[in-house]
T-cell receptor, first 117, second 113 residues
Framework: GAVVSQHPSWVICKSGTSVKIECRSL??????MFWYRQFPKQSLMLMAT?????????EQGVEKDKFLINHASLTLSTLTVTSAHPEDSSFYIC?????????????FGPGTRLTVL | GQQLNQSPQSMFIQEGEDVSMNCTSS?????WLWYKQDPGEGPVLLIA?????ELTSNGRLTAQFGITRKDSFLNISASIPSDVGIYFC?????????????FGKGTHLIIQP
């Protein structure tokens, strides 16, 4: 149980285009999901907290108009990188919180590799 | 914001050796978690620690939540080739790890046969 998927697993796009990344909890409902970004050989950095049915909460320094988050259902959150530029190239990882567990643990997806040309 | 200092940054060991890594913080966390990440994949939870002083094992892995709530260590006994990867500690301000996590910079474990 507690499986989180992401789609696509990798994407290459041209500078200036927008890219949507999906995060799904496959066998549990997730009222809260988190989006992280990981640059090569670095740690994961929290970008935003995605709450079902409400606006996302962004970490300091993360532009909400550039990284649009939508959490329209209990099993799906999407991250849209708008007007992507090469500096947005990174590994984007989501996690979902399983409130059905004793400690509400969060489980991570396999990540999406974004390359902006 | 909070920062986690994880050490060592990398380890080169022989197969069968024991491994020890740790994380420290200048601020208190109420939950400590240890993850392993393989290249191109998301992190996988190894051990979760929810109470100060807690010592928890998962097979050959043992982790402890420091009494001060500002540190944690992870030990791996009798390392095997599949232990290769990057290990991250992570802290949560909310008990249970229900908020966004703060990650350490990782320990890259390399095992020489």
């Amino acid at each position: 149980g507690a499986v989180v998927s992401q789609h696509p697993s990798w994407v290459i796009c041209k500078s200036g285009t927008s890219v949507k990344i999906e995060c799904r909890s496959l066998d549990f409902q997730a009222t809260t999901m988190f989006w992280y970004r990981q640059f090569p050989k670095q740690s994961l950095m929290l970008m935003a907290t995605s709450n079902e049915g409400s606006k996302a909460t962004y970490e300091q320094g993360v532009e909400k108009d550039k990284f649009l988050i939508n959490h329209a259902s209990l099993t799906l959150s999407t991250l849209t990188v708008t007007s992507a530029h090469p500096e947005d190239s990174s590994f984007y990882i989501c996690s979902a919180r399983d409130v059905g567990r004793t400690y509400n643990e969060q489980f991570f997806g396999p990540g999406t590799r974004l390359t902006v040309l | 914001g909070q920062q986690l200092n994880q050490s060592p940054q990398s380890m080169f060991i022989q197969e069968g050796e024991d491994v020890s890594m740790n994380c420290t913080s200048s601020s208190i966390f109420n939950t400590w978690l240890w993850y392993k990440q393989d290249p191109g994949e998301g992190p996988v939870l190894l051990i979760a620690l929810y109470k100060a002083g807690e010592l928890t094992s998962n097979g050959r892995l043992t982790a402890q939540f420091g009494i001060t709530r500002k540190d944690s260590f992870l030990n791996i006994s009798a390392s095997i080739p599949s232990d290769v990867g990057i290990y991250f500690c992570a802290g949560s301000l909310i008990s249970g790890g229900a908020d966004g996590l703060t990650f350490g910079k990782g320990t890259h474990l390399i095992i020489q046969p």
